[in-house]
């Protein structure tokens, strides 16, 4: 869900990727859109892809992420962003970032030099940080040394970009050490300066 900065009107997603458009005050709706490929059925399995709503550029664009599934029961998705006009939300861009093993776009920031900052999370290990610059499709800097990545965060002035991923995660907890034993999963932070700044990116 994603409130309109002007504060009249709410925007839903559900799990079939389609949109809802409500008024406030009142919630009346007046209007959907469906993203047919974020949305994946088969034998009586439905896998949504939408994972993000959020407005931009003072509420005149709605921005659509996550991933468009190609299977079903395990994270198999291509992370999609897509760039839709408001209110008419009508598709003006969409990037796909990545192959189907890469599942979906799981957060996004936009960064005040001008760019977009991404992490994306699909099968066990994999996962992506992303700059991508608005209207292309291709990413200016890319990364994959880091596994799941779920979350990340822009520097009040734009120095740096924070990830959260996870370490030792398999879905099913397969990683054991010498004596046979599960081993816990972690959550490392990844530091990354950002493009023209002066500080040195680190990993803690």
């Not at 299977?71 to 006009?85: F, Y």
């Not at 192959?99 to 760019?115: Q, R």
């Not at 996962?127 to 291709?138: I, M, S, V, Y």
């Amino acid at each position: 869900m994603a409130i309109h900065p002007a504060k009249q009107a709410i925007v839903t997603g559900d799990l079939f990727g389609v949109l809802r458009r409500f008024e406030l005050p009142g919630g009346k709706c007046v209007g959907e859109t469906t993203l047919a490929g974020m949305h994946f059925y088969k034998r009586i399995q439905d896998v949504g892809g939408l994972r993000l709503l959020r407005f931009h550029d003072e509420g005149r664009t709605l921005i659509c992420a996550g991933g468009e599934p190609q299977a079903t029961g395990r994270a198999i998705a291509i992370p999609t962003i897509h760039w839709l006009d408001w209110p008419k939300c009508r598709i003006a861009h969409t990037a796909r970032l990545g192959a189907k093993n890469h599942g979906f776009v799981f957060d996004l920031a936009w960064h005040p030099h001008g760019f977009w900052a991404v992490v994306t999370s699909g099968q066990p290990g994999s996962g992506q940080f992303l700059l991508l610059k608005p209207g292309q499709e291709k990413p200016f800097f890319h990364s994959t040394k880091m596994s799941n990545c779920h979350s990340l965060a822009v520097h009040g002035d734009g120095r740096m970009v924070v990830t959260a991923s996870n370490r030792n995660s398999q879905g099913n907890g397969a990683v054991r050490d010498k004596g046979g034993n599960y081993v816990a999963n972690f959550s490392p932070l990844h530091v990354f300066a950002a493009p023209g700044s002066e500080e040195k990116p680190a990993a803690g």
